[in-house]
């Protein structure tokens, strides 16, 4: 079981906006900064929120990062196709002392 | 650009070693900590064990604890794991990234190498 939770599924219609849900416990989202990852099948992993909402150079702003206490959240606003992929969530766990990682979230576009 | 190849997967009989690289370009490798985390089939991502520029501090993460070794080769700009009494349960893709200077995270993947435990 991974320590971060996150639904293993969603999806939405071209256009509309998907939501994705972390959760953590104050050992790790609670303390520590938040980081989104997709992961298109057969291919590397890429690096999409950092430091919970920072958008690395490239990537689109309809993607967005948000946290609250020990819960984080990735919304892909103005959904595509190629957005079909699974998402990770990441943070580092002071009691662990090392990262940890959700079970990721398969995104579907209808 | 950056670029991050895993090599050295493959089929191993419960037991035994397998000793997996990484080929790094496109960046100054030494100047970077690196990390492993791997991903066992229908699974999340999971820390296995990172490795500080200069080999001084190495955190290993519950997977794979007590039985892995982590190094690199600045020279020659390679990463290194080497998986000892694997299980079927190591079974994984495993991928080597490139740690963030902002934090501990990855900010760059390689494509990872398939480790296959069995009989």
């Known amino acids: 079981q991974s320590v971060l939770t996150q639904p293993p599924s969603a999806s939405g219609t071209p256009g509309q906006t998907v939501t994705i849900s972390c959760s953590g416990t104050?050992?790790?989202?609670?303390?520590?900064?938040v980081y989104w990852y997709q992961q298109v099948p057969g291919t590397a992993p890429k690096l999409l929120i950092d430091r919970d909402n920072q958008r690395p150079s490239g990537v689109p702003d309809r993607f967005s990062g948000s946290k609250s206490g020990t819960s984080a959240s990735l919304a892909i606003s103005g959904l595509r196709s190629e957005d079909e992929a699974h998402y990770h969530c990441a943070s580092w766990d002071d009691s662990l002392r090392f990262g940890v990682f959700g079970g990721g979230t398969k995104v579907t576009v209808l | 650009e950056v670029q991050l190849v895993e090599s050295g997967g493959g089929l191993v009989k419960p037991g035994g070693s397998l000793r997996l690289s990484c080929a790094a370009s496109?960046?100054?490798?030494?100047?970077?900590?690196m990390i492993w985390v791997r991903q066992a089939p229908g699974k999340g991502l999971e820390w296995v064990t990172s490795?500080?520029?200069?080999?001084?501090?190495?955190n290993y993460g519950n997977a794979l604890k007590g039985r892995t070794t982590i190094s690199r080769d600045n020279a020659k700009k390679s990463l290194y794991l080497q998986m000892n009494s694997l299980r079927v349960e190591d079974t994984a893709v495993y991928y080597c990234?490139?740690?963030?200077?902002?934090?501990?995270?990855?900010?760059?993947w390689g494509r990872g190498t398939l480790v296959t435990v069995s009989a």
């Open positions: 490795i500080s520029s200069t080999s001084s501090h190495i």
């Open positions: 104050s050992s790790n989202i609670g303390s520590n900064y």
């Open positions: 990234g490139r740690v963030a200077m902002s934090g501990w995270h990855p900010d760059y």
């Open positions: 496109g960046f100054n490798f030494r100047t970077y900590s």
